[in-house]
């Protein structure tokens, strides 16, 4: 005899507040795209020589970010294996294109100094990252989340680098002066290796501070679990 089971499906659970806080923080600190994925290593070595333009970058590629995945999350169950790279690219290329009429209509000296990163961003390793990794495998909200975080992240790293290489390099900040006239200002910031001296100090802080906050979170963890000795 045959016995006809129902069949049941279950939804997909709605995400937790900290799950949505953690899907948005991540990007900020514990997997932030610059300081440890060590990702979109060109647009961050190149555009970092004034806070205008990391600001202006970051931002950039945050919107692209949290548009495209939002697009790729929507369409992820109806897309095939076989062209889900061509169409997670086409999206973020739509995003990208959007971007770039923004940057231009808002300020000129700004599209021209980001020059041909904008349209790169099509290409940049972090969006297609979070877009085959997160997007495609998470719902839209989480993965909004998850492209504002990253990219806020990403938009962080970037200033860093620019504060200090505009301030040693130019003795300025967001284009005001800092200093006085007998600042001598060490252009070497300015030029490629100085992206790449700033860079390596970021990253050297970064780790050593992440490396003394697990050495202390792991003291607290072992101290709480330390038996309790009762006197006899």
């Known amino acids: 005899m045959n016995q ?3 069949t049941c499906h279950s939804a997909s659970p709605e995400p937790s507040p900290s799950e949505t806080f953690v899907a948005f923080t991540a990007g900020l600190w514990k997997q932030n795209p610059v300081f440890v994925m060590v990702l979109g290593m060109c647009p961050t070595l190149a555009i970092t020589n004034s806070v205008r333009n990391a600001i202006a970058m970051g931002l950039a590629t945050t919107f692209v970010m949290a548009s495209a995945n939002a697009f790729i999350s ?5 897309v095939p294996k ?9 999206m973020i290329a739509t ?5 770039d009429y923004l ?3 808002i300020s000129i000296p700004v599209y021209k100094a980001l020059g041909p990163f904008i349209p790169l961003i099509v290409s940049n390793c972090l969006t297609l990252e979070r877009a085959e990794s997160y997007a495609g495998k998470n719902p839209i909200g989480k993965s909004i989340l998850d492209g504002l975080g990253m ?7 970037l200033t860093c680098l620019g504060t200090v290489r505009e301030v040693l390099g130019a003795g300025t900040f967001l284009g005001f002066p800092l200093f ?4 001598e200002p060490w252009v070497l910031f ?3 290796p100085g992206g790449f001296i700033t860079l390596a100090m970021w990253l050297l802080t970064f780790t050593l501070w992440r490396e003394r906050s697990d050495k202390r979170k792991r003291a607290r963890e072992a101290a709480l679990e330390k038996p309790v000795e009762i006197a006899s």
């Open 4 to 6: 006809d089971q129902p």
């Open 74 to 78: 929507m369409v992820r169950k109806l």
């Open 95 to 99: 995003s990208v294109t959007i971007v």
């Open 180 to 183: 006085g006239s007998n600042f």
């Open 103 to 105: 940057v231009k209509a």
């Open 82 to 90: 076989q062209v889900r790279i061509a169409t997670y690219i086409s």
């Open 190 to 192: 300015l030029l490629p």
């Open 151 to 157: 990219g806020l992240g990403f938009t962080f790293a």
